[in-house]
């Protein structure tokens, strides 16, 4: 309801205090906050994104947020997720960020929906909202966002965040771009790492956050110049930010219904093929690899395939560190085959797949290898402890 019925909207005696800097604002005012209480968001995620977002978004007056999230807070979330805290570490995330934000703003009507999105709930959640806030990390659920705001007509606002760049738009409003006009195919599965295999700047999706609720915050305004057709990109560690163009590509498929979007991500393809790569591949638990250890045997070589900062935080003891980018650009080849000489290869990484995927790339290059199941993250857990796990 982005042009509301503003005779019917009231504040309150408490909430012309709270709003105070906001009403002396020419280019808010009265009339400003009226629309920010009457106005609805969808947030899909309370993440690192979706943290700094709800925060801004209540405190400003947003009359009513949705909030759709699944998951459970963690304690690797608190570096980032700033809307959580450690008392609700292993709660669900979407109660905690309720708990917060009517801490914030107890005049905020916050909806809970405690489910992933999915194509089978997408249209029915986001219909009763004026926009839609895109806070996740995964590309099928992006496009699931893209294609029901397009089918709803409904505007979104996008982010996203890696390692210390992020980047952010405004996509499906006033005939502006969409999320397909910027990637028309997905990428394919494993080619992007996630925040939890690449790491994040912790500060960053606070940066992303904002630039996102104040995005929101003009369009619910009808103020300024928002971000529609034009992707900014953010870099903390030079501090700059740059611009791109957005269009509407005169030739993109039409949207007409939700697909399935893991099958259109090619998620259980990728999936099917490294079950067959893993099935075809001998495994070893961290069981094993200790009895090993403890033997004395020499016959092998224990390679771990991680980043060198990732062997600082934690490291098995007797690993050589051999990173997977080496061993995918064929540098690490002939290193490998000359600590070989002869002896086994066992290689390992944080959780296994990064070692599984350096495994398939030497046996393409004629060297066999067993894999270690559940990586150092399972040596952590299962047998040593004082092993930090990150």
């Not at 070589?301 to 991680?306: H, P, T």
């Not at 797949?353 to 399972?378: C, D, H, P, W, Y």
Request: some cysteine.
């Amino acid at each position: 309801m982005l042009n509301p019925n503003l005779d019917q909207i009231q504040l309150t005696q408490e909430e012309y205090g709270r709003y105070s800097r906001h009403l002396i604002l020419p280019e808010v005012g009265l009339e400003g906050q009226k629309r920010l209480k009457a106005a609805s968001i969808l947030c899909i995620g309370t993440g690192g994104l979706g943290s700094p977002l709800l925060l801004y978004l209540a405190a400003a007056g947003v009359g009513r947020l949705g909030i759709v999230d699944a998951d459970v807070v963690d304690s690797s979330n608190l570096q980032r997720q700033v809307i959580h805290g450690t008392s609700w570490v292993n709660k669900p995330k979407i109660e905690s960020a309720q708990h917060r934000i009517l801490e914030i703003n107890p005049h905020c009507q916050v909806d809970l929906y405690n489910t992933w999105l999915t194509s089978e709930n997408a249209l029915d959640i986001a219909q009763s909202y004026d926009i839609v806030i895109d806070g996740t990390d995964n590309f099928p659920t992006r496009y699931l966002v893209n294609d029901a705001c397009v089918l709803l007509n409904k505007p979104n606002v996008y982010g996203s965040i890696y390692r210390f760049e992020g980047q952010a738009t405004v996509f499906n409003y006033e005939g502006g771009p969409n999320y397909r006009d910027l990637y028309p195919e997905p990428p394919p599965p494993g080619l992007v790492p996630s925040c939890a295999e690449g790491g994040v700047l912790g500060i960053l999706p606070g940066i992303i956050g904002v630039i996102q609720a104040t995005e929101a915050i003009k369009i619910i305004l009808g103020q300024g110049t928002t971000l529609s057709g034009r992707l900014l990109l953010f870099n903390a560690l030079e501090m700059k930010f740059r611009e791109l163009k957005l269009r509407p590509n005169p030739v993109r498929p039409v949207i007409e219904k939700l697909v399935d979007y893991q099958e259109f991500c090619g998620i259980p393809q990728a999936k099917a093929a490294e079950a067959q790569q893993q099935a075809n591949m001998e495994e070893i638990t961290v069981q094993d690899l200790k009895q090993l250890i403890d033997s004395g045997a020499e016959d092998f070589v224990l390679l771990d395939v991680r980043n060198p900062n990732e062997y600082e935080i934690a490291r098995i003891h007797g690993s050589v560190l051999m990173p997977l980018s080496e061993i995918e650009s064929g540098a690490a080849i002939p290193k490998i085959q000359d600590l070989l000489n002869g002896h086994r290869l066992i290689a390992h990484c944080k959780m296994g797949t990064r070692s599984a995927k350096a495994l398939g790339f030497l046996q393409e290059a004629g060297i066999a290898g067993i894999n270690v199941k559940g990586g150092i993250t399972a040596w952590s857990r299962e047998i040593d402890p004082s092993v930090p796990e990150y």
